[in-house]
């Protein structure tokens, strides 16, 4: 059974930051087989990707809000992806969650997704 356990989040003031973590477990493939994407949503607003990373060649990808603040990385030997946060602002609080798709390829499209965790609050306060 895959699972997907964030940690990190937490409340943080403006100009902060924060390193959240997404550890995957009981995946059938190897962890390269995966690409691995953070998405975030907030209160009254729909679910919108924040970053992803194909974990066989290491590309990443970023949206536009976060680019040049957030950096996306991944551990393979621990089986984990990072998403360190910078530069935090008060429109960046929101729930975080990471989910994985077996694909080497990363999408920026929540519904490409296949497993999903149970999500990590970030609060930035003004």
């Known amino acids: 059974e895959v699972q997907l356990v964030e940690s990190g989040g937490g409340l943080v003031q403006t100009g902060g930051s924060l390193r959240l973590s997404c550890a995957a477990s009981?995946?059938?493939?190897?962890?390269?087989?995966?690409?691995i994407g953070w998405f975030r949503q907030a209160p009254g607003k729909e679910r919108e990707g924040v970053s992803c990373?194909?974990?066989?060649?290491?590309?990443?990808h970023y949206a536009d809000s976060v680019k040049g603040r957030f950096t996306i990385s991944s551990d393979k030997a621990k089986n984990t992806v990072y998403l360190q946060m910078n530069s935090l602002k008060p429109e960046d609080t929101a729930v975080y969650y990471c989910?994985?798709?077996?694909?080497?390829?990363?999408?920026?499209?929540?519904?490409?997704?296949?497993?999903w965790g149970q999500g990590t609050q970030v609060t930035v306060s003004s």
């Open positions: 009981g995946f059938t493939f190897a962890f390269d087989d995966y690409a």
């Open positions: 990373i194909n974990n066989s060649k290491g590309k990443t």
């Open positions: 989910a994985a798709r077996n694909s080497i390829r990363y999408s920026a499209y929540d519904l490409d997704y296949d497993y």
